[in-house]
């Protein structure tokens, strides 16, 4: 990760994240969706009274409220990508 952060651009980069915003992709969208076809079959083979959710065949996706420290860190991409954005408008006039 630490090479393509090195050769990617900030404006790269935040193009990227406006992306991923708009059609999520990764390891947590695979997550998802085969979360949402877990629960699908879970309920057509009846639950036992229990209607599953995704979030029931997500053991990863806890609920956990983010460090300082990672905070922090995504802060300072935000910041770098928002300068650079910034920085090429102001220089394009």
């Known amino acids: 990760m630490d090479a393509v952060l090195k050769s990617m ?6 193009g990227w994240m406006e992306y991923a915003a708009l059609e999520p ?7 998802l969706r085969i ?3 877990d629960s699908l079959v ?3 083979l ?7 959710t995704p979030r029931d065949f997500m053991p990863f996706a806890e609920d956990q409220q983010p460090t ?5 860190s995504k802060f300072q991409v935000f ?3 928002h300068n650079a954005r910034i ?4 220089a394009h006039g």
Not at 68 to 72: K, M, Q, S, V
């Open 9 to 14: 651009s900030a404006e790269q980069f935040y």
């Open 25 to 31: 992709f990764g390891e947590e969208r695979a997550d």
């Open 35 to 37: 979360a949402i076809l």
């Open 42 to 44: 879970a309920n057509a």
């Open 46 to 52: 009846g639950g036992k009274g229990k209607r599953f």
């Open 68 to 72: 300082t420290e990672a905070l922090h």
């Open 79 to 81: 910041a770098a990508m």
């Open 87 to 90: 920085a090429k408008q102001v």
